[in-house]
Each structure stands twice: as C-alpha cells, then as structure tokens.
C-alpha cells in the first residue's frame, strides 16, 4: 500500500459558512442590524484608541507608583526588643506587614510615636524624622 492509496475512515464534515442563513436562521447569530451584522465588518482597534489618548510628551515615561508599606516607629517600639534586627522578612513573620503575591514588598518606616530602644534596621527605608529618632534612640541603619 503507498499513500496516495490510503483512504479515511469517517467522511468529513461539510465547513460551516457564518452569516448565510443554514440552521441558524436568517442572520445566522449575527443580529438584524448595525456594524457586526455586515460582512467585511471592520471593528474600531479599542486597545489603540486608548493608547493614543496617553500623552506623548517629552520625557514622559509610564512609571509604576513606588508602592512602599508604611509603617510607624510606635508599632516598631510595641513589637520589638533592644537590640534585635529589623528588615522587611522579619515585619512579615511579624505580621506588621504583608507580602504582595509572594513578595516582600519595599517598606518606609514614619516618623509617628517615639522610639527608646536601640534597634538595627537593614533594608529600609525612612522618613526624615524617622531617621532623626532612630539616631537619637542610638539605634543603627544599614
């Protein structure tokens, strides 16, 4: 046997033409009227349309928000002792903050509430005041 003599098994199914009437009526699913009841219907481009609208301006760049968890001095001083390390791994064990889809999220530590221990900070970042009340409490930024 060669394959030019090889013949299938089922019969093929006849193609099915849209918006010709056949079992589905008339219109076929397609609606009586209006743009997407035509044939060669050219739908309007929605995701470039909005696109367009963007300005396009000199130095303009599309830049994601810093999205920082914020947290304050008063709730570092209730849930730390003297001398521990704080970075963003040990907030979430703490449950001070949260993780975002499995990620440890970047965290501003505010100056609210007052700090009398000394505590080290790693991998932080801070707020003016902040920064001014951990050097006062002799605590370390690294």
Known sequence: M???QLQ???KRKPEKR???GRKRGT???RGVKGQKSRAGRKMKPIIRDIL???PKKRGYRFSASKNYEVLNLRDVERKFNEGEKISPK???EKKLIRARGGKIPTVKILGKGELTKSLVF???TFSKSAKEKIEKAKGKIL
Request: with cysteine; aromatic share 10%.
């Open 2 to 4: 060669q394959i030019h």
């Open 8 to 10: 299938p098994t089922k």
């Open 18 to 20: 849209l918006g010709r």
């Open 27 to 29: 219109y076929c699913g």
């Open 52 to 54: 367009k609208r963007y």
């Open 90 to 92: 040990v907030l979430v």
């Open 122 to 124: 790693e991998n932080l």
